[in-house]
């Protein structure tokens, strides 16, 4: 399985910008796919997260009213949505899947890591 996100880019702040990441092998539908983004200097943290069929979503507080995931199951591919982008936001972002759902803001049981896309929020 391969997943690549793309999407990323330099954008003022209070801007907007979408990402998206398509996953290659695998099933697609059965694994809840996951945003998580690191900052330079920083760990790497939860974005957000999207059930199998869109039906539940989860957000870091950072994010929420922020940012939107998606997913397109025939596409094989999340999306994440960005508005009202603060350079705080600033990071490399990730994208992940796991199997099982949870309300957890964290890393654990997301794998299968792919390379990220940089998003740079200027002030």
């Known amino acids: 399985v391969q997943l690549q996100a793309s999407g990323g880019g330099l954008v003022q702040a209070g801007g907007s910008l979408t990402l998206s990441c398509a996953a290659s092998g695998g099933t697609f539908s059965n694994y809840v796919m996951g945003w998580f983004r690191q900052a330079p200097g920083k760990e790497r943290e939860f974005v957000a997260a999207i059930r199998w069929g869109g039906s539940s979503t989860n957000y870091a507080d950072s994010v929420k009213g922020r940012f939107t995931i998606s997913r397109d199951n025939a596409k094989s591919t999340v999306y994440l949505q960005m508005n009202s982008l603060k350079p705080e936001d600033t990071a490399v972002h990730y994208c992940?899947?796991?199997?099982?759902?949870?309300?957890?803001?964290?890393?654990?049981?997301?794998?299968?890591w792919g390379q990220g896309t940089l998003v740079t929020v200027s002030s």
């Open positions: 992940a899947r796991r199997l099982g759902w949870t309300t957890a803001t964290t890393l654990a049981g997301f794998g299968s």
